[in-house]
């Protein structure tokens, strides 16, 4: 009997539980720690949505298994919310999903196109899925440089010439967890062109779209003609409706990769259950848009607590365009790994960062930290984190 399972041998150690146990020692010791760690969105979902859940709940007719790309009623709202929010018309019979968030839809669409030894082009630092999830489908990920200043459009063009083999496919992900990059309805363009011309599939990741500052609009891939010809968008009702919990997300576009991932999802499992699904049409309705505007509210006043007051502590950082996240570049004089890092600030300013290595190539001198801290806690952090400076 072998020592290691296949797969397992090829995922390397989750570099955030090392934070994670140090953070949950500091606090079983009574020490008060302020957590950006974890991109977990620490406000409630929105009352009409938890009460569509309850009362679908208290049906037993929706206690049965589901369909495992969704209730026809659910893969009508996400089109729906399409139509509505970027002019985007689909079938949703045929050019829509329903997965248990997005991270496993991504996961699960990699697993069906991607064969042994695929090559496909990956964001670098990313959200670990997009790298890992190549890996556990038996491909090879080809990371290309991301982060806010970078021209992607080059650097996706240079991994592609990179690549070992013809590229499969590409995934691209703005607003970008973890450097909160963004990109404007010019990049979509000429993305979907570059698509085409290599005969790659192209995968795009709008977790954030609704979390967006400065009048800043994120566009969506499918708003770009000819886009359904070459690829999907990924969305979740995580982030946008504080639903992170309710496990919720869909994939939208081409009928053909659409497909790929409703027919492996059939082997995988039974569907998603049916009051989480009615909750998710409660969302995506218009009238939900109002809780969406106070829920990004929450997060651009914490966005400008934290920047302003980690500006006053000596280290300035880019308050960023979008998501819920600050990509902080670690002060040169300290010469040390984001692992180290991390750990400093927890250790002197009972601070939980997440380290930039753990989200892969080009995050070594960042750290992220993530706005899930009222804007009073975010005060503290930066007058602990400026002590700590000194």
């Known amino acids: 009997m072998t020592d290691e399972f296949f797969r397992i041998g090829l995922l390397p150690p989750y570099v955030f539980a090392e934070v994670e146990e140090m953070k949950a020692k500091a606090r079983a010791a009574g020490r008060d720690v302020i957590d950006f760690g974890l991109g977990n969105p620490d406000g409630a979902a929105p009352a009409p949505i938890v009460d569509r859940l309850i009362e679908a709940a208290r049906d037993g007719r929706n206690h049965r298994y589901q369909p495992s790309k969704g209730l026809p009623e659910t ?26 968030g997005s991270k496993e839809g ?39 440089g991301i982060g806010p200043g970078r021209d992607h459009l080059e650097e996706i063009s240079k991994a592609i010439r990179r690549a070992p083999r013809k590229p499969k496919g590409l995934i691209v992900c703005f607003p970008h967890n973890p450097t ?10 000429k993305v979907v062109g570059l698509a085409r011309e290599h005969g790659l599939w192209l995968i795009s990741d709008l977790a954030y779209a609704d979390l967006t500052f400065d009048g800043f609009r994120a566009p969506s891939l499918l708003e770009i003609p000819g886009a359904k010809e070459v690829g999907v968008e990924f969305f979740t009702c995580s982030k946008s409706f504080n639903m992170p919990g309710f496990r919720i997300g869909f994939c939208v576009g081409n009928a053909r990769l659409c497909g790929a991932l409703a027919r492996i999802k059939t082997y995988l499992d039974y569907g998603i259950f049916a009051p989480i699904q009615a909750a998710a049409v409660k969302a995506l309705a218009a009238d939900s848009d109002a809780e969406v505007a ?32 600050v990509w902080a570049r670690i002060p040169e004089r300290f010469g040390m790994t984001s692992m180290a890092f991390s ?17 892969g190539s080009g995050g070594e001198a960042f750290v992220r930290l993530a706005l899930i801290e009222d804007e009073a806690r975010c005060e503290e952090a930066a007058r602990r984190i400026g002590k700590a400076l000194g």
Do not use: N, Q
Request: glycine residues 10%; proline residues 7%.
């Open 75 to 100: 893969r009508a709202a996400i089109a729906g919310w399409y139509a509505r929010r970027f002019g985007v018309s689909l079938d949703a019979e045929r050019e829509a999903v329903a997965t248990i």
């Open 180 to 189: 909160s990059a963004c990109e404007e309805r010019g990049f979509f363009e």
């Open 106 to 144: 991504i996961a699960h669409l990699l697993l069906a196109i991607v064969g042994p030894g695929d090559a496909v082009v990956v964001p670098g630092p990313t959200y670990p899925v997009h790298h890992f999830g190549v890996i556990i489908a038996g491909g090879e990920p080809v990371p290309y």
């Open 343 to 359: 750990k400093w600030l927890l250790e002197k300013a009972d601070v939980s960062v997440a380290p930039g290595e753990g989200f």
């Open 294 to 325: 106070k829920i990004r509210e929450i997060y651009r006043k914490r966005r400008d607590v934290l920047c302003a007051g980690l500006a006053r502590a000596g280290w300035k950082v880019d308050p960023p365009r979008a998501t819920m996240f």
